[in-house]
């Protein structure tokens, strides 16, 4: 039952096989027994999760349950929940109870899902290993030496190791992806403003976009029917019309599903920095879709390679400005003592705050400083625009990109701590979808042999044109279809 679909939950629930408050409490038992070594959820309240199952169980007797009543779904601490402890993962915010819901967990809430608890992550979504939480580190459960990958560390591994069924994440510049990728998981960021950020604890809000990470596509594709859709209270929400996101997914089958179907193979996604062994899965991933009936087109983005130093110069910008209301008056942790105003917001601050959240206010800081705003912020703009620029002209070329989601498997805990440089590379084939607003998703592809141990999960990423997530889910969908990575579970008794 753990490992089932979110379609097979439902008609399980729908049949009355059993019942949301069972199904709701064997993930609870599981979250007993395994949670405290992997660390991946750090706010539970067993007492309101029961009390949502129940009121499933009710709904779904009444005959007006949803695709997703009655199944128990993580919500990374990211998201505001009324009377739920809501961190980003931060000591700045450890004792923030949330007084309102983030439209995300309106949702899922309208459509009677049931929140399992809050699920650790990189403080502020800052970090891709999670190793920058305040509430410490996620293992790996398919090795628990290694981390997650991050900032959804906490979704991730949850997903991974069946402690839900499904789970969300955020996206600034791989934090769905790159860990989806690390823990072999489906996961999609949307297009930016598919998804409504109100509530949504901001990191870099030109960048931020919520998503669902989960076993498989038509997993995300039910979480995405919940998730998306116009929010007046989000300025950048798209008002677009609600869509159906499994609607490709139902056509009839055929050996050649994909056929037509133009998939573009940028140069750089496959150059220096990429670990052989992951490039060997990517490549056999590929060779099942010539299977399919789809194209391979070379392409080229030749701006992309410049897109790990425009984000940090962006995003520690608008981070910078959006972490300056915790000054422990309007928000957050206020220290104990002070000598006079200066002294209590410097530190306050400086308690709350990590070292990965303080070296972005100050890098944003910088950049937007009068002396330096053209030379860094400007620039950094007008490349965003080229990175744009070259997407666009590959999708006149190709229908889907794609291209490894992350350069290795996951890597041993500690092992980037002390090198921020090393730890921002991971993000070297997400992040220019970010600056560009363009969905990508990542989807297992199978298993690498780390080099000193274990073989761990490889995440093939698929990037779309702009809202054209239904044929994203759908191409993963057919891959899934004739594979089955994304059914394997790791053994948490050998992690
Ligand atoms: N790893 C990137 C960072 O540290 C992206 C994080 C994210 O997407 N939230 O900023």
Redo the contacts with the bound molecule.
């Keep these: 039952m753990i490992n089932s679909s979110l379609k097979q939950l439902a008609s399980m629930l729908q049949a009355k096989k059993i019942s949301s408050v069972e199904l709701t409490q064997s993930f609870l038992t599981r979250i007993t027994q395994y949670n405290p070594s992997i660390n991946a959820y750090i706010a539970l309240d067993e007492g309101k999760t029961l009390a949502q199952a129940k009121a499933a169980d009710v709904r779904i007797a009444a005959g007006n349950a949803t695709a997703l009543t009655g199944i128990p779904l993580a919500q990374k601490d990211i998201f505001c929940a009324q009377g739920w402890q809501t961190t980003c993962g931060s000591k700045m915010l450890a004792n923030f109870i949330a007084p309102y819901d983030a439209h995300v967990i309106t949702q899922f809430d309208q459509a009677g899902a049931v929140n399992l608890g809050k699920t650790n992550m990189d403080e502020f ?4 290993s999670n190793e920058t939480s305040y509430f410490g580190g996620v293992k790996n459960p398919w090795s628990f030496d290694h981390v997650p990958g ?2 959804s560390g906490g979704s991730a591994a949850a997903v991974a190791a069946r402690l839900c069924a499904a789970a969300t994440g ?6 769905i992806r790159q860990p989806a990728s690390l823990c072999g998981l489906t996961g999609l960021k949307p297009s930016y403003g598919v998804v409504s950020r109100y509530g949504m604890i901001a ?1 870099a809000s030109s960048l931020d976009q919520a998503g669902p990470m989960a076993k498989s596509a038509e997993d995300c594709a039910l979480m995405m029917n919940v998730m998306a859709g116009f929010d007046e209270r989000d300025s950048t929400s798209l008002q677009r019309d609600k869509e159906d996101y499994s609607r490709e997914l139902n056509k009839p089958q055929t050996d050649q599903p994909l056929l037509g179907l133009k998939i573009g193979l940028p140069k750089e996604f496959f150059a220096e920095g990429l670990d052989a062994s992951v490039a060997q899965v990517i490549t056999a991933a590929i060779d099942v879709y010539k299977k399919l009936g789809a194209q391979i087109i070379d392409i080229s983005l030749p701006n992309t390679g410049l897109s790990i130093p425009v984000y940090y110069v962006l ?1 520690p910008a608008e981070a910078s400005s959006n972490l300056s209301r915790y000054d422990g008056v309007r928000y957050g942790h206020r220290a104990a003592e002070y000598t006079d105003l200066n002294d209590m917001y410097n530190k306050s601050r400086a308690e709350g705050f990590g070292a990965e959240v303080k070296r972005r206010i100050l890098i944003g800081t910088y950049v937007l400083s009068a002396g330096y705003y053209d030379a860094y912020y400007l620039k950094a703009q007008q490349i965003r625009r080229l990175i744009a620029q070259d997407f666009i002209e590959a999708f006149k070329q190709c229908d889907v990109i794609m291209g490894p989601a992350a350069p290795s498997t996951a890597f041993k805990a500690g092992e980037k701590v002390d090198d921020p440089v090393a730890m921002y590379l ?2 070297i084939y997400t992040i220019s979808t970010n600056l560009a607003g363009l969905p990508g998703m990542s989807l297992p592809a199978g298993f690498a042999q780390a080099k000193d141990g274990p073989a761990l999960p490889v995440g093939l990423q698929i990037i779309g044109n702009y809202f054209d997530e239904a044929r994203m889910l759908n191409v993963a969908h057919q891959y899934q279809q004739v594979t089955d990575w994304h059914q394997q579970m790791p053994d948490l008794k050998r992690a």
């Excluded at 979504?125 to 891709?128: C, F, I």
């Excluded at 955020?170 to 934090?175: F, H, K, L, P, R």
């Design positions: 979504a800052m970090g891709s991050g900032s955020t996206d600034t510049g791989g934090s990191f995003a991971q993000d």
